[in-house]
């Protein structure tokens, strides 16, 4: 295979192809059963390195994956001979309590986002599961558990730093291109890729109550009804999820 790093102008992170140490690594998603051997993983380290591997992909006609901070539970992060945007480089964090917002970079993943807010007294909804990356889950709408009281993450963003199909870098907000602003907020990861979340923040803890009750599966439809019960008139700030398990 040629070395396609030649070609990757103007790009400061690190590259990876077929061969180099941490390859396969740096290939792996969370969904074990997903194999696939990108011809080239460009590891960001800034959004003008995402713009360069953009403009570079195109230039190649590579088909371009982008991975960020979390699972690809379908694999999207991967793609066969094509280029991987690795964005787990991209991990600033910034709380700023006073306007209660968040600036964070698309590669951090909601463990490292909760970890920042919560310093603050504040919140916003994010995933179930803290190795869930920003990304994905705001992109796609983002259900978590405190989406009853302050709505789905995709609710809460205020602004987004988005790398274009052409290699070009925008705002996109309420008052900077608006229309991408709104397919951006549960549209998914196919009209941009975002190098910075801004987010509203809500007080929230430090102490929160939670917890798991475990039911035998004979008694799977009397906890069913008991919980259309509850959440009918549960206030929004409770949440609550039913999970029916086969071991």
Known sequence: ??????????????????????YDEA????????????????????????A???RFGRAEGLTISVYGGGHSVTGAAVADDGLCIDLRGLKHLAVDPATR?????????????DAATQEHGLAVTGGRV????????????????????????????????????????????????????????????NFGIVTTFT???HPLGPIVWGGMLVYPGFRGAEVMKAYRDFVATAPTGRSALVILRVD
Do not use: H, K, Y
């Open 52 to 54: 360069a591997a953009v």
């Open 130 to 189: 803290p190795t869930t990356g920003i990304g994905g889950l705001a992109l796609g709408s983002g259900s978590g558990w405190l989406e009853r009281a302050f709505g789905f993450t995709c609710d809460n963003l205020l602004e987004a730093e988005v790398v274009t199909a052409s290699g070009e870098v925008v705002t996109a907000s309420e008052s900077q291109n608006p229309d991408l602003f709104w397919a951006l907020r549960g549209g998914g990861g």
């Open 101 to 113: 917002t968040l600036r964070a970079g698309g590669g951090c993943n909601w463990g490292e986002v």
């Open 27 to 50: 290939r792996s998603v969370f969904n074990g059963m997903i194999d696939r051997r990108p011809a080239i993983i460009a590891r960001c380290a800034s959004t003008a390195d995402v």
């Open 1 to 22: 295979m040629s070395d396609l790093r030649t070609e990757l102008v103007g790009f400061t992170g690190t590259t990876l192809q077929p061969g180099d140490a941490g």
């Open 199 to 201: 987010l509203r923040l």
